[in-house]
């Protein structure tokens, strides 16, 4: 007799070679890169040797071979924002000629330069993002003061951003990772450097919920999830100091980070994004500007291993994965 078996919130549905064979690969479980479809990160922006770039790399998760030129954002930028639907990247705000609200959209699957894709509500740079696939949660950044402000812009439409409510206290350059419902914010400085996580939902525009600490206060770093955990990375706590912890924090619980081994080297200002199993850590300041990618586990604290260089040395960029 013939039985039904009803699915409810699947996204994807693999055959035993990990052929897609139902369902779409850009789904909110590729949203930052954890879905099992993610295969390079996307680096780009930031500061060089002397000035802001517009400057695209691709860094594969399966090799340390140099990472490849993919063409430019639409404007020489740092300090800015990104979070993937698994195809295409969403840069926002941050600081060009002047602090901006632009954001633009840069494909995997070509190098072309990147498209503007309208406005958030706030011009500001040091913002932090995350997304569901569908959307991206863009939150805090600095503007004439510290900023809690959040905004959700769509990737199907240039509108505006709208307006999604606040964090739970202003703040500029933390970092952020989504696990598809839900996005966590870690660290940040709202005057002095911070080692408060909070949680922020897609589905209300309800004030984000404190959701403990992270082992030590800092801002400046990077994050990417697994879909149930949030590796934090480097950063920094003030003079010269370049962390090179790595803290996890789960979605399910407020209780303290947990941490979980160390970068290559301590930097601040770089970037990150995952495949699910593994977190790529890039670029930033260790005294200099730096190139170094780094891979860090979720399975053990053993701690990152080099994983090769991007073409251009330098910090304050904004990454994302998914499928090249």
Same mark, same amino acid.
């Given at each position: ?5 009803r699915?409810l919130?699947?996204?994807v ?9 139902a369902?779409?690969? *850009?789904?909110s479980?590729?949203a930052?890169?954890?879905g099992?479809? *993610? ?6 922006g930031?500061y060089?040797s002397?000035?802001?770039?517009d400057t695209?790399?691709?860094?594969q998760f ?9 063409g430019?954002?639409?404007q020489?930028i740092f300090?800015?924002a990104?979070?993937s639907?698994?195809?295409q @990247?969403m840069?926002? #705000?941050?600081l060009?000629a ?9 494909q995997?699957?070509t190098d072309?330069?990147?498209v503007?894709h309208?406005d ?6 040091s913002p932090?993002?995350?997304s569901?696939?569908t959307?991206?949660m863009?939150?805090? #950044? ?6 809690n402000?959040?905004?959700m812009?769509?990737f199907s439409?240039?509108?505006?951003? @709208?307006?999604?409510g606040?964090?739970?206290?202003a ?7 989504s696990d598809?419902?839900?996005v966590m914010?870690?660290? #940040? ?9 909070e949680?922020?939902q897609?589905s ?7 959701h403990g ?13 697994d879909?149930t955990q949030?590796m934090?990375?480097?950063g920094t706590?003030g003079g ?5 912890t790595?803290d ?8 303290i980070a947990?941490t979980h081994?160390d970068l290559?080297?301590? /930097?601040y200002?770089?970037?990150a994004?995952?495949d699910g ?8 300041y260790?005294g200099g500007?730096?190139n170094?990618?780094?891979?860090k586990?979720?399975s053990?604290r053993a701690?990152?291993v080099?994983?090769?260089?991007l073409?251009?040395? /330098?910090e304050?960029?904004r990454?994302?994965s998914?499928?090249a």
């Amino acid at each position: 007799m013939a039985k039904t078996i009803r699915l409810l919130n699947i996204d994807v549905i693999l055959n035993s070679a990990g052929e897609v064979i139902a369902g779409s690969e *850009a789904s909110s479980n590729a949203a930052d890169g954890y879905g099992p479809s *993610a295969t390079s990160v996307m680096f780009g922006g930031g500061y060089d040797s002397s000035n802001k770039t517009d400057t695209c790399d691709m860094k594969q998760f399966s090799s340390a071979a140099y990472s490849a030129d993919h063409g430019d954002l639409s404007q020489t930028i740092f300090l800015h924002a990104a979070a993937s639907d698994g195809t295409q @990247v969403m840069f926002g #705000g941050g600081l060009a000629a002047a602090v901006v609200s632009t954001c633009e959209m840069k494909q995997f699957s070509t190098d072309a330069i990147a498209v503007a894709h309208g406005d958030l509500t706030l011009a500001r740079h040091s913002p932090a993002a995350g997304s569901d696939g569908t959307q991206v949660m863009f939150a805090a #950044g600095y503007a004439s003061g510290r900023k809690n402000t959040v905004d959700m812009k769509q990737f199907s439409t240039s509108a505006i951003a @709208v307006d999604h409510g606040d964090l739970s206290i202003a703040k500029q350059a933390p970092a952020a990772g989504s696990d598809g419902t839900q996005v966590m914010f870690g660290g #940040g400085s709202p005057s002095q450097y911070s080692n408060t996580s909070e949680l922020k939902q897609f589905s209300t525009d309800a004030i984000a919920v404190t959701h403990g600490d992270l082992s030590q206060g800092r801002d400046s770093l990077a994050a990417g999830s697994d879909g149930t955990q949030v590796m934090f990375g480097g950063g920094t706590n003030g003079g010269s100091n370049w962390l090179l912890t790595c803290d996890m924090k789960q979605f399910s619980t407020a209780a303290i980070a947990v941490t979980h081994g160390d970068l290559s080297q301590g /930097r601040y200002s770089l970037a990150a994004g995952s495949d699910g199993t593994q977190v790529m850590f890039g670029a930033g300041y260790d005294g200099g500007k730096a190139n170094t990618c780094d891979m860090k586990q979720f399975s053990t604290r053993a701690n990152a291993v080099d994983h090769g260089d991007l073409t251009l040395a /330098r910090e304050s960029l904004r990454a994302a994965s998914g499928t090249a």
